[in-house]
C-alpha cells in the first residue's frame, strides 16, 4: 500500500511503473516465444544435440559480453550539453569493440569445436558471430532513444530482436534444419533491428570523436565491462566447464534445466532493470539513494515473484505436457535453477544504481568474489550430481546479493550528491 501511494504522487516511480510495464510486457512476449522455441528444440534435439547448443550458445553469450561496455549508460547519464560528443566517442569505440568481437568470435569457433570433440560447432559459431558486422550502425540509437524514454519503442525493437530470433528458430527447428535453426536467424533479425533503430533516431556521426571525451568515455566502459566479464564467466562459465567434467550428454540436461528454469526469468530480470538507470539518475543526495533504491526494487520483485512463483510451482506439470515426458526427471533441477534467480533480482538491481552514479568498481570487486566463490563451488559439486551443483549456487546467491546490496547502500549514503 506505501508504494502505491507513493506512486501515485511521485512522477519518477509514475514513469518507472510505466517503463517497466512495457518492458516487462515485450519481455514476457520473449518469454513466450522462446517457450515455443524450446518445445521445438526439445521435440526436434536429443541431449547429445543439446550439449552442443549449450557449447554453441554459450561460447557466443561470453564473447558477447564483449559489448556490454557500460557506453550506453554513459549515454544515458550524459548531460545535455555533452551527450553529442558522447555519441560520437561511443560510435567510434563501438565500431573498435564489435569488429574485435567478430574477429575473436572467428578466430575462437575451431579451437572450441576441437576442445570438445565435434566439427559442427565450428561452423555455427562464426555464422554466430556475423551479426557483429551489422550491430554497429545502430549500436549508439538504442540508448539514444532509452534516454528518451521512449520505452515503447525499445519494447517493440525487443520483441522484434528476441522474438523474431524465437520465431525463426522454432520454425526453422520444425522444418529440419537441426542445429543450424539457432544459428541462422540470429543473422536475419539483426538486419532487422539495425534498421529498426537507425529509423527510431536519426541520429549520424559528423564529426570526429573529441579524444578526452572517447578517453573519458572508454575509461567508465572499461571497468563495466570487466564486471560483465567476470559475471558472464560466472553465468555462462558454469557450462563450459560442466561440459569438460560431465560430458555433452549430461550437459545438454542441465542445459535443458537452465533454460526452462532460470534462462526465462533471468532475461526477464534483465529486461526490466534497464528501466532503473533513468531512473536512478540525478540522484539530488546520497540520502536520497537508499530510499529510491527500497521503492524501486519493491516495484521489480512485486512484479516479478508472481512470475517466479508460477513457474516454479506449475513446473511438476507443464514440463511432461509442453516440452515431452523425456524431459520429465529434470524437474526438481529446473525448480531450484529458477528459484536462484529470486536473489538475483537485488543484485541487478544494485549493479543498475552503481552505474548510473558512476562507481561500476565497486560492483567489479563485489562480482569478482561471487564468480570465484560460484565456480570453485561448481568445481567441487560437480562430483555429487546436477541437483547438488544448482543447490549450491542457490545458496550462494541467497547470501551474496543482500550482502552486496547493504554494502552498496551504505557507500553511496555518504556521498554529498550524484547529479
Known amino acids: 500500500m506505501t508504494l502505491v501511494n507513493s506512486t501515485a504522487v511521485n512522477p519518477q516511480m509514475i514513469r518507472l511503473c510505466s517503463a517497466l510495464s512495457t518492458l516487462g510486457g515485450a519481455e514476457m512476449v520473449n518469454r513466450g516465444t522462446r517457450i515455443l522455441t524450446a ?17 554453441v550458445l554459450t561460447s557466443s553469450e561470453f564473447i558477447r559480453i564483449f559489448t556490454q561496455t557500460g557506453i550506453g549508460a554513459r549515454i544515458i547519464s550524459a548531460s545535455a550539453l555533452e551527450l553529442d560528443r558522447v555519441c560520437h566517442a561511443a560510435h ?18 575451431w579451437p ?3 576442445a570438445y570433440g565435434d566439427r559442427s560447432i565450428a561452423a555455427l559459431i562464426a555464422v554466430m558471430a556475423l551479426p557483429y558486422a551489422l550491430f554497429p550502425a545502430a549500436s549508439v540509437q538504442v540508448y539514444r532513444v532509452q534516454r528518451q524514454l521512449r520505452m515503447s519503442a525499445t519494447a517493440v525493437m525487443s520483441i522484434i530482436l528476441i522474438s523474431g530470433d524465437n520465431l525463426l528458430a522454432a520454425l526453422f527447428a520444425f522444418a529440419g534444419f537441426g542445429l543450424w535453426s539457432i544459428a541462422i536467424p540470429k543473422l536475419i533479425v539483426a538486419l532487422a533491428w539495425v534498421l529498426g533503430y537507425r529509423k527510431l533516431d536519426n541520429w549520424r556521426p559528423t564529426t570526429k570523436p573529441d579524444v578526452a571525451i572517447l578517453r573519458d568515455t572508454w575509461k567508465f566502459g572499461r571497468t563495466v565491462l570487466f564486471t560483465e566479464l567476470v559475471s558472464a564467466l560466472r553465468l555462462q562459465g558454469d557450462k563450459l566447464i560442466l561440459g569438460q567434467l560431465i560430458g555433452l550428454s549430461l550437459l545438454g540436461t542441465y542445459y535443458f534445466a537452465f533454460n526452462a528454469g532460470l534462462g526465462i526469468t533471468s532475461a526477464l530480470i534483465t529486461a526490466c532493470s534497464a528501466a532503473l538507470l533513468p531512473y536512478f539518475t540525478n540522484l539530488p543526495s546520497g540520502a536520497a539513494v537508499k530510499t529510491r533504491f527500497i521503492k524501486a526494487t519493491a516495484l521489480l520483485y512485486v512484479l516479478l515473484l508472481p512470475i517466479f512463483a508460477l513457474q516454479i510451482g506449475l513446473a511438476p506439470w507443464y514440463v511432461p505436457i509442453v516440452f515431452g515426458q523425456k524431459w520429465a526427471n529434470t524437474v526438481p533441477l529446473m525448480m531450484v535453477l529458477c528459484a536462484s534467480g529470486m536473489p538475483f533480482v537485488l543484485w541487478r538491481a544494485t549493479s543498475m544504481l552503481l552505474r ?3 562507481k561500476p568498481a565497486f560492483e567489479f570487486r563485489f562480482t569478482l568474489a561471487l564468480t570465484v566463490v560460484s565456480l570453485a563451488c561448481l568445481c567441487v559439486t560437480a562430483h555429487f550430481g546436477l541437483f547438488a551443483i544448482a543447490t549450491a549456487q542457490l545458496v550462494i546467491n541467497l547470501i551474496f546479493c543482500p550482502i552486496f546490496a547493504f554494502i552498496t ?3 553511496l549514503s555518504k556521498e554529498a550528491s550524484y547529479v
Not at 518445445?39 to 544435440?49: E, F, I, N, T
Not at 567510434?92 to 569457433?109: E, S
Request: no cysteine.
Open 92 to 109: 567510434r569505440l563501438n565500431y573498435i569493440l564489435y569488429g574485435a568481437i567478430l574477429v575473436a568470435q572467428l578466430a575462437l569457433a
Open 356 to 358: 548510473t552514479v558512476g
Open 409 to 411: 547502500l551504505k557507500y
Open 39 to 55: 518445445v521445438a528444440l526439445s521435440r526436434m534435439l536429443g541431449p547429445q544435440d543439446f550439449g552442443i547448443a549449450a557449447i
Open 112 to 114: 572450441i569445436a576441437m
